[in-house]
């Protein structure tokens, strides 16, 4: 079954850190795109950032300086470094992998909040 799994969201003070991960398991197709979504209570889903197939990074304007996607060796693990945390970023982020194929994947969604 494949399957893209996310962790380490949580509940942390506002200037705190958090760092999400996301592992897909159960495909061996290349990876073309990794993004962080998030989607707070009432609002729309929103990108946060990507890491595309070559290393290359896109980051909202809202989350510059502040939140770093990288790739671990394997290139299979993404996650997303978030300090300076705002009550703001509070929300459920997802993570989406577009991999050749035709898959496009998304997680179950883990949860960031962030308290004053």
């Known amino acids: 079954q494949v399957q893209l799994v996310e962790s380490g969201g949580g509940l942390v003070q506002a200037g705190g850190s958090l760092r999400l991960s996301c592992a897909a398991s159960g495909t061996s197709f290349s990876i073309l795109n990794t993004a962080w979504y998030r989607q707070a209570p009432g609002k729309s889903r929103e990108l946060v950032a990507s890491i595309n197939g070559g290393g290359g990074t896109n980051y909202a304007e809202f989350v510059k300086g502040r939140f770093t996607i990288s790739r671990d060796n394997t290139k299979i693990t993404v996650y997303l470094q978030m300090n300076s945390l705002k009550p703001e970023d509070t929300a459920v982020y997802y993570c989406?992998?577009?991999?050749?194929?035709?898959?496009?994947?998304w997680g179950q969604g883990t949860q960031v909040t962030v308290y004053s």
């Open positions: 989406n992998q577009v991999r050749s194929g035709g898959w496009n994947l």
